[in-house]
């Protein structure tokens, strides 16, 4: 089946969109052409402080940009206007400045980061088409009140001005109205008497007796918008009641108006607007032209918009055809034909592959065309849908051939789904969704829509848009989902080439090459062989703790002095902040926050806050663990199955989800009891193999600080060193409280943390925590001297940069707020080393995998957690196993101090932790 081709020309997805003829005249059948003139810098300057922070992956700020261009695209997607024009204030002073030196006087300096976007807005409202007015010695509005006035005269223009300041409502009348974006509303000439009391001709004298803040407008002093409606019902105009001050109504008011009298003047004045200003303006001119597609498209993804992306659609010439095969005769054709790069996409009944049943398989080897073989769709068709198992033998050849490379968006998901039906995907594999994830790690979603919008220029279909309110994709009828897949396929086999090209521009080949990829089939294994849990004893402690939690119920009951709902934040609230009177902490939009900060805060000064702290944490271990887990077991297995992900962290770090088994606790009473139902299978073992403070020996690496290089390569306790050095007292009068001081600043620097923050760890004074943080430096200058140069070098290039040359992006390093600029210098620190030790766990597991598949060991990884591998084995294979482990683990990366590895195992995780 043929997919709609693209259009030939770009246009403004959902905008409204005139007819070209030849000659690019356009052709209107319309009765009243609706025209929206804009005032730009208002919206600009909204724009730039609602949205904080945002940036473009090279450190360019783009908030105001992004903020202004989606309300634009809002008005043209909503308001479908057929004429618009956008007025900009100019940078000479204006008549008003002349009248009144302090006329917005009080409003501060534009910042830096906004002047240097303006330009940006520029580009992209020249690419939009849309006519921009600006007048030296005339402000927005000047010219927006005059380009009304003028446009109005025309009877068939309907006119809109988009604003948000009330000086603006003094244009409004049966012709002109004001359309605030914001609130969504448009407001006419009984909106502005029914909100101000007045007509809006009457609006500039309102300011003149109230004054405006916002530009500095003076007014009557004493006079503020109450007393100002109710004086204007006296007279027919200011001017009568500069005359006649007696008029106001009240013997006050009269006096006020007489000693203002020349503020007021001075106020109507520069409140009042401009309606001659010198504008050529025709209807022409505003008349909506098609956007510049191609520009655009470039714009928004040289500024990283990719959400954007989806408004524009642009010509690729890319026409994914699909055919869908429903004989294993053609099925086999196309399979033969195959001899280079392949890319794969299986439609399923789940998101968890190891549930999942395939419904579907897409296959694309050739830009543009792809095939898409259904096997178990449930709808009502006359299309014939092949036996699955006769397409995996077909298919089989192909998939398991080495020589032949593989591509998918996520194809880790393919992998399992395939190994489950008996299928080992062999040969290269190309991942499109970790290619994009090493680009731009700090973006949060690397799926294939966005991928196609940001490289492609194309607008793809996701998958809630194509199979709607459908329960299984199986539902979804065999025509839809075969363009659906194919274009899955054929998207990825497109990117693949356009991504590695990237990356190798980038430096990024090795790491992705060398070390994500492989990682794959790691994944694959640990995700399939998934873990074992005691649901008996999960159940046995689920009752435990629910007589724990109801015993600290009581407490709190008793505390409070009546019942609530314990979970419920404003009840929780009532009673801490109203009943027991103790000071909030912060407040909320709906309250004073009753947060895990906020409770430890208040439990230094009463009782019930850590009792409250007490209940919320076994209600989690409860809730999260002793009652979940038992739910997620295969039934088909008897284990649980996570899933880790490759492109979720910004640090390189895998994550783990549904469910999330890295978030296992590993302290305290709980921690151990749960890990004790993590068990093997009879007859086998579980060795944890944990790195030894992996990230402070890659400190000493990357400082070269002769002290923790020396202490490292003596196999020197470095907690006890840190401790005898800080506290200088010799190694054998140490305490555990030294120890534990000395731990807190080791790990401390390697996260950047302040006085402040090390002493709410350590609950000491900031001084006594600067004290201990200089007393650091002082005797390991080197680690000094790494993080300054470490923080120099990530300003100057703008990303963070590992061992193994994995990139983060750190824009916000160059911010000019200080507390945003602060935090980004912690993580230009931070995730050298936190990435690094990442990336050297990901080669261990590489490594580990590969040892343990060469020779007869039974041994296989089951879980990871961060710098921990889990391993389970048969009883006989623990020693054989424990060796390969050590030897994959502590030879993963050449240091200048040795990697060191504690192993042990047992019956359970706890017992082998």
């Given amino acids: 089946m043929t997919g709609q081709a693209h259009h030939d020309r770009l246009t403004m997805t959902g905008l409204h969109s005139p007819t070209w003829n030849e000659k690019e005249s356009i052709v209107y059948t319309i009765d009243v052409m609706k025209i929206f003139l804009i005032d730009g810098n208002s919206y600009i300057y909204r ?55 302090h006329y917005k006087a009080q409003r501060p300096e534009t910042p830096e980061t906004l002047i240097q976007q303006i330009p940006v807005i520029k580009r992209i409202i020249n690419a939009l088409r849309i006519p921009i007015l600006e007048m030296p010695g005339y402000e927005a509005d000047d010219i927006l009140a005059t380009a009304a006035r ?3 005269v025309d009877p068939e223009n309907e006119i809109y001005i988009v604003a948000a300041d009330k000086d603006m409502l003094q244009v409004v009348n049966d012709r002109i109205k004001v359309y605030d974006p914001a609130k969504d509303i448009i407001i006419d000439a009984d909106y502005v008497k029914n909100r101000f009391g007045v007509y809006p001709g009457r609006i500039p004298e309102l300011m003149a007796l109230m004054g405006d803040s916002i530009d500095n407008i003076p007014g009557a002093r004493g006079i503020g918008p109450k007393t100002a409606k109710e004086i204007l019902t006296h007279v027919d105009s200011l001017s009568e009641l500069l005359e006649n001050p007696e008029l106001a109504g009240r013997e006050r008011w009269t006096k006020l108006i007489k000693e203002s009298s020349d503020n007021i003047k001075l106020s109507y004045e520069l409140a009042t607007l401009i309606y001659d200003a010198p504008v050529e303006i025709n209807t022409d001119m505003c008349r909506m032209r098609e956007p510049e597609g191609d520009k655009l498209i470039e714009l928004f993804k040289e500024l990283e918009f990719t959400s954007l992306l989806q408004f524009v659609s642009g010509t690729k010439n890319m026409k994914v055809e699909s055919e869908i095969i429903d004989d294993p005769h053609r099925l086999k054709q196309v399979v033969s034909a195959i001899r280079g790069p392949v890319a794969f996409d299986l439609e399923t009944t789940d998101r968890n592959p190891v549930l999942a049943e395939i419904v579907g398989i897409s296959l694309c080897n050739e830009s543009g065309k792809g095939y898409y073989i259904p096997v178990s769709h449930t709808c009502i068709t006359d299309i014939r849908q092949p036996a699955l198992v006769e397409v995996l033998d077909i298919l089989r050849p192909v998939l398991e051939d080495s020589s032949i490379t593989k591509i998918g968006h996520n194809i880790k998901y393919d992998i399992i789904c395939m190994k489950k039906y008996g299928i080992s995907v062999k040969g290269k594999i190309y991942d499109t969704m970790v290619a994009s994830h090493l680009l731009n790690p700090n973006k949060s979603n690397h799926n294939l829509e966005g991928a196609v919008l ?45 991504l590695f090209e990237r990356l190798g521009k980038e430096n990024l080949m090795d790491i992705y090459q060398d070390i994500e990829m492989p990682l794959i089939s790691v994944l694959v294994d640990i995700e399939m062989a998934g873990v074992k849990i005691d649901t008996e004893q999960l159940k046995k402690y689920s009752k435990d703790i629910k007589a724990e939690l109801n015993g600290i119920r009581d407490r ?58 007490d209940y919320r944490s076994l209600s989690k271990i409860k809730n999260t663990y002793l009652d979940t887990l038992p739910q997620l077991i295969n039934p088909s297995t008897g284990r649980v199955h996570t899933s880790f992900n490759q492109t979720v962290t910004a640090t390189g770090r895998l994550s783990s989800s549904e469910p999330n088994l890295q978030n296992i606790p590993a302290r305290g009473e709980w921690g151990r009891k749960i ?23 890659i400190l000493a690496h990357m400082s070269r600080d002769t002290g923790l290089l020396d202490a490292f390569k003596k196999e020197i306790d470095i907690h006890s060193l840190t401790a005898s050095e800080v506290f200088n007292v010799p190694g054998g009068d140490i305490t555990p409280d030294m120890r534990r001081v000395a731990k807190a600043v080791n790990f401390g620097i390697i996260y950047g943390i302040t006085p402040y923050g090390l002493a709410e760890t350590l609950k000491c004074s ?49 911010s000019r707020n200080g507390n945003q600029r602060s935090q980004a210098e912690r993580m230009a620190v931070n995730t050298p080393i936190q990435g690094t030790a990442a990336d050297i766990i990901k080669i261990a597991m ?23 591998l889990l391993v389970e084995c048969k009883d006989e294979d623990v020693a054989s196993s424990i060796s390969i482990l050590r030897a994959g683990m502590e030879n993963a990366a050449e240091l200048d101090v040795p990697l060191k590895v504690d192993i042990s195992s047992g019956e359970n995780w706890a017992e082998a932790h």
């Fill in 556 to 613: 709190i009951y008793g505390i409070a002095g009546r019942e609530f709902n314990i979970n419920s934040p404003k009840q929780l609230g009532e009673i801490l902040f109203h009943e027991i009177g103790l000071t909030p902490v912060k407040k909320t939009k709906n309250g004073y926050s009753t947060d895990i900060s906020v409770l430890k805060e208040l439990s230094k000064v009463h009782t019930l806050p850590q009792e409250i702290l």
């Fill in 846 to 868: 590489i490594s580990v995998k590969n040892l343990f598949t060469s020779g007869p060991c039974s041994a296989k990884i089951i879980l990871q957690v961060h710098d921990e």
């Fill in 150 to 152: 003028k446009l109005s």
């Fill in 766 to 814: 900031p001084e006594e925590a600067r004290q201990y943080i200089d007393r650091y430096f002082s005797i390991h200058p080197g680690v000094r001297e790494f993080i300054d140069k470490t923080i120099k070098a990530t300003r100057e290039r703008g990303y963070s940069l590992t061992m193994f040359g994995r990139k983060r992006p750190i824009p916000e390093i160059n």
């Fill in 454 to 498: 940001q490289y492609l220029g194309l607008k793809k279909a996701g998958y809630r848009e194509v199979a709607g309110k459908i329960s299984s994709f199986a539902e979804l009828d065999i025509m839809t989902a075969a363009q659906y897949s194919v274009e899955d396929s054929a998207y990825s086999f497109q990117l693949k080439d356009i």
């Fill in 47 to 101: 724009a730039f402080y609602a949205i904080r922070d945002l940036s473009t992956s090279k450190g360019e700020p783009t908030n105001a940009v992004f903020g202004f261009t989606n309300m634009l695209l809002k008005i043209m997607r909503d308001m479908k206007p057929e004429g618009i024009l956008i007025a900009m204030d100019s940078r000479e002073p204006t008549k008003r400045h002349d009248a009144y030196e």
């Fill in 675 to 697: 890990r004790q139902a993590f068990i093997a299978d009879e007859g086998n073992k579980l060795i944890s193999a944990d790195y030894s403070q992996i990230e402070l020996r």
